[in-house]
């Protein structure tokens, strides 16, 4: 009876002894599959700058480090992100991707996708010509707001021409230049692309046609809106609206006079010049 027992204990132990085995095998398999996962990375594109939305992916970004491959945990690799610069070049971002951010697919749009992924919905893209001289274009970027002003002859009129701001706060997409030949000379020419509603398109197509449109650069975070009546010569040259009948006269300041008191004796008089 007491050699069963013993035979009893001995078989329990060491199956014992092989269960703490099989579970003291099994943790470090699993902790070591854990470390291997954390220390494992995959190669993947990323921006090492703040990549504004609307920017087309192109060899110069990769030359000059805005976007770069780095090793990432491929543990926590995002869907959709791009392992090599092939495949992302040529691609055009939907959204702002900031430094440090993978460049993913759900964020890109193919190549040629142009202004189109930067349009607001119910917005269109239409391009204004800006002279190089007389407006601002040479100092605008893409995000910059502007002021349309338009400078023509109402209907009506007898060449009284007058300026006044047609739109306001309008959002610029981009800014192309190109040269072109005027009298016989090369001269620099450049295109504002504005984002306009459907009724502000109809409006800058009038102010294009009618009239010299110049655009007036916004400080950055001024949202309000100026009202305007426009201004001809007249408010120019401080020219004073005649009444009926009457003659117009333009404001002139009278010189003021200089007044001294000349004492001789006991006379007493007041001289002025």
Aim: aromatic share 4%; net charge positive.
């Amino acid at each position: 009876m007491q050699n069963r027992l013993k035979i009893a204990l001995i078989v329990a132990v060491f199956f014992g002894l092989i269960a703490a085995y099989g579970i003291y095998n099994f943790l470090s398999q699993q902790r070591e599959a854990a470390e291997a996962l954390k220390t494992a990375t995959e190669n993947i594109v990323v921006a090492a700058k703040d990549i504004p939305s609307g920017s087309t992916i192109n060899e110069n970004m990769v030359k000059d480090g805005t976007v770069k491959i780095v090793p990432w945990p491929k543990g926590s690799v995002p869907a959709g992100a791009f392992t090599s610069m092939e495949k992302v070049t040529g691609k055009t971002n939907k959204v702002k991707v900031l430094a440090g951010e993978p460049l993913l697919e759900s964020r890109l749009a193919g190549e040629g996708a142009g202004l189109t992924v930067r349009l607001e919905p119910g917005k269109r893209a239409m391009a204004v010509r800006v002279d190089e001289i007389i407006g601002v274009s040479g100092f605008l970027v893409p995000d910059d707001r502007v002021d349309v002003i338009i400078t023509t002859v109402p209907a009506g009129t007898q060449n009284d021409r007058v300026s006044k701001i047609v739109l306001q706060n309008m959002r610029v997409l981009s800014v192309a230049q190109n040269v072109e030949q005027k009298d016989g000379k090369p001269q620099l020419a450049r295109s504002i692309t504005l984002e306009v509603t459907p009724e502000e398109s109809e409006k800058l197509s009038l102010a294009s046609q009618e009239g010299q449109v110049v655009l007036a650069l916004r400080a950055l975070g001024d949202d309000s809106l100026a009202q305007t009546r426009g201004s001809n010569k007249r408010d120019l040259l401080a020219i004073v609206t005649p009444a009926k009948g009457g003659i117009s006269r333009p404001l002139i300041r009278e010189p003021e006079k200089y007044r001294i008191e000349v004492i001789q004796g006991s006379d007493r008089k007041v001289v002025e010049f």
